[in-house]
């Protein structure tokens, strides 16, 4: 396991402070009297429940996107992968066949196979 050139050290370096100080203040506040639920009341619950609904709908309409947008790319390079496979059809279609220029012709369709290839 090499840590050289990942992100996680300088990842870690953030998250694990703020995560300590979130357990911290989770066991001070469920050890006072009454517990978190006097602490956190309706209003406070609403917005989180506001703020996870307009998260997670940003997450999902992004990610969509994201697949739409690989789907398109996908198609569009099959369409570039047709269109180059009937004009190598073409360019074999249309050499000349005569006996006199067969070794012209077939230096040519040799070297045009491996420029499309």
Sequence with gaps: L???GSVF???LMFSVPCAVSTLALKFFFS???GGAETIAGDSEMAVLGGFTFVLGFLVVFRTQQAYSRWWEGASLLQQLRGEWFNAFSCCIAFTDNSESE???VKD???RLVRLIS
């Design 108 to 110: 040519f369709e040799q």
């Design 9 to 11: 050290p300088k990842a």
């Design 31 to 33: 050890s006072q009297v």
């Design 2 to 4: 090499t840590l050289k």
């Design 102 to 104: 067969r070794p012209r």
